[in-house]
């Protein structure tokens, strides 16, 4: 059964899907949309991705690196920008940072300052090329952080991955109470939850990424159809003019082709003689 319960594709946050393709954004209040929802596209293969990016771990250990991430040193900063799955993790900006999403500019600032200095490829002459990748990847994120549009964005998927999983939390309680069951779950442990959060986010974002890939496939599809369609036809109008200016160059050979043929044929005629049909000769008859 599909969730009814799905991420805007205008980063707005979750929306109810309604019937008929008409979405409503909840709980942001947002104004009503009609569009086509977008259903958990791909879900299962992230999902398994995802999990096996985050193979069972628990509250200590969460805290735990986190707190390790926030003092790692040049190697391991390039380790965690350049680890497998990175091409989803430094989907978020605010991860490939390490700095909190409500971060004000001046923080901002001093973060890429002390990480880009850290993974820059001057401090790490031993592994020049991934300190180079590293570094990359930390001033793409500070970049798009920059511009408040974009930052917008980012800020929109974290909350709407937020507002999932409570809504997920939300409906598991009220089915648990149905069936008369404990209503305690892992994610009132706050730890479990933010680890929850951080999973539904990334998931976000890879699902963004996926789209923006497709839509980026489909316009490079359209550019080099429309390309092909304009050079047809400019060979064909190419085509066309040699043949016009084939037959101009070729007109006073053609008429002067003509004009002799017919002169030849005239003069066949003059001196042709007019025959006529003449009787046979009559033989007298001689008698003995």
Known sequence: MVNPFVTCPFLCGPFLAQSQGTARCEPDGFTALRMNCWLDRGQNSLEHELNALFPGQQPTQVKQIEKRDSVLTNKQQIDRLLRPGSSYFNLNPFEVLQ????????????????LSILVHPDKNQDEQDRSQKAFEAVDKAYKLLLEPDQRKRALDVIHAGQEYVEHHVKEKKKQLKKDGKSLDMEEDNPEVFKQAVYKQTMKLFAELEIKRKEREAKDMHERKRAREEEIEVADKAKRDREWQKNFEETRDGRVDSWRTFQAKGKKSKEKKPRSFLKPPKVKMEQRE
């Open 99 to 114: 700095i909190d999403p409500e971060a004000t500019d001046d923080q901002l600032k001093k973060r890429f300052r002390a």
